[in-house]
């Protein structure tokens, strides 16, 4: 059956590989499964059509014949789960990769997108200048944590994982703040993460529809 994801028209980033289905695109590539792209504009997107496969109007969706899911955690899990090398096969190890799936998306994102909203959203706000350094305080906190416990290893965990995958596609929405570069250990762990030929054919795939060029994977 194929699969099939929807997509950013044109994405907000320009193609810089922060829009989320990137990180479906990336899940795809490191299992090796071929996958074909719906692309969806902003006003599609909050249509029936779409709504019936993302109640909340957002991207990606992801369709396998009678399968249809949201949301990027649930969707990187069901393709980790399904397909080798995402995954590591011991039990122990198995639920760790897990649990950092879901620490990378409840404890060290929602910071981050609150960093998005504070400058983006929030930006003209009277109080915003006040709420800003506490909102990058919180981050330093996450990041000094997250940090102390990778160390000097490659990845969370032994071998790179899903849990990886997700840590990685979240810690790159702080590039443009320049937080990142402040963690040296993380700034490395991030770019090895780029530098895996998965996520570079994941981001070139992104990157040419916001070029005009057709989608593949």
């Known amino acids: 059956m194929t699969i099939t994801i929807t997509a950013f028209e044109r994405s907000p980033d320009g193609g810089k590989g922060l829009a989320r289905d990137t990180r479906v695109r990336w899940a795809l590539e490191e299992a090796g499964q ?38 990027t955690g649930s969707i990187v899990f069901h393709i980790a789960e399904r397909h080798p090398g995402l995954l590591p096969d011991e039990a122990n190890a198995r639920a760790r990769a897990i649990t950092w799936m879901f620490a990378a998306l ?11 909203t504070a400058k983006v959203l929030e930006g003209d706000k009277p109080w915003a200048k006040e709420r800003l350094p506490l909102v990058v305080e919180r981050i330093r906190n996450r ?27 979240v810690l790159l929405r702080l ?20 530098a895996r030929p998965a996520y570079k054919r994941a981001f070139d795939a992104q990157l040419a529809v916001n070029a005009g060029k057709p989608s593949t994977g």
């Open 106 to 116: 409840n404890t060290v994102e929602p910071p981050i997108l609150e960093l998005v």
């Open 34 to 71: 071929p996958y074909e792209v719906r692309l969806v504009s902003f006003r599609a997107m909050k249509e029936p059509e779409h709504l019936a496969l993302h109640p909340f109007g957002q991207i990606p969706t992801y369709e396998e014949g009678e399968l249809a899911l949201f949301e």
């Open 175 to 194: 590039r443009p703040s320049g937080i990142l570069n402040e963690y040296p250990s993380l700034a490395a762990y991030v770019a090895r993460g780029e």
């Open 143 to 169: 990041l000094n944590q997250l940090s102390a416990r990778l160390g000097d290893a490659d990845w969370l965990d032994g071998a790179f994982s899903a849990g990886d995958l997700m840590m990685v596609s």
